[in-house]
């Protein structure tokens, strides 16, 4: 409660004094103190300066409900979802899967400043440094059945790169079957998880991690190339922009799908299909896999083309691209 309430007035990078934090938040200046240290668990870069205070060692833009909500409108959002923007969580994921336990209908959304157990795909860790990316979770009930739903990854994986056009940014692929790549580095991932029966509706929950500005130190533990949004649109991008159109987007396109299914969607897939007429190695299971990536089908497999001739279809799987081949 309280370190939220101290980021809020930091956040302008300018600098505060211990007494006056202490009089805004009610507390004595050694629990500001106190209070200071606890965020460095938040990895927030604060100065200290004896006779200053403290301060931000940048502004940050915080996300802001009433904003999004009023660029939504705008945007024309076709549904109107509960918006929750949540200062800390573990997953907002797993927030939105708990929450589909509690809310039987209705679609939600769930923004983050900060994740602690960010969740990627193949139970990997999503890095979530505070402030500096997009963490965004979409539960969307859906009159489509669980085996209709084989190739939403690919559908929201549109909808992301859509909302990223919309934003300025230009020359990004999508790499089988849901990362976001600028210039051969990723720039957002897509992880769904699904509840619900396997004949009834079901409730999806769509996570989109976006890179945006992303410091270096807090990306050291990432082991693949990445790219922040602002590097590559060149500006700094306001992250409450870029969550409403994120979430107009997917939605508008989800509702898109219902009625078009992913035939709707293939044409506008492939333009910016990275793998397409390229050598790949996919990874099944534990075994690798050469092959020719010749695009996907109209259920969303990839598919690949071997020596043999022989052309199979994947519905899961690692794929990289092999050069030089
Ligand atoms: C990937 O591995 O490429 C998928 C990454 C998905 C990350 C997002 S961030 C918002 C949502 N909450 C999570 O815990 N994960 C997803």
New binding site residues.
Partial sequence: MYHATLVRILADGKFYSGATLGARLGISRTAVWNHIQALARYQLDIHAVRGKGYRLASPIELLDRRIILDRLEDLSCAISPELDVLFDV??????LLEKSKVMTSGHAV?L?EY?Y??????G?T?V?PFGS?????LLWRSSLALSALSCLGLVVGVAVARALSEIGLTDHRLKWP??LIWQGK?L????IEATGEVSGPVSV??????NVNMSMSAARDIDQPWVNLSEAVNRKVSRNTLSALMIANIFNTLLQFETQGFDGFREEWHAIDLLKNKSVVLRVGEENVNGYALGVDHQGALLVRFDSGEVKRYFSGEVSVRYGV
């Fill in positions: 573990d997953s907002t994921n797993r927030y769930c983050a994740q157990s960010g969740r990627g795909r193949w990997r999503w979530s990316n997009l963490y965004c979770s849901n990362d990723k957002a991932g897509i992880l929950v769509i996570g989109v991690g976006v």
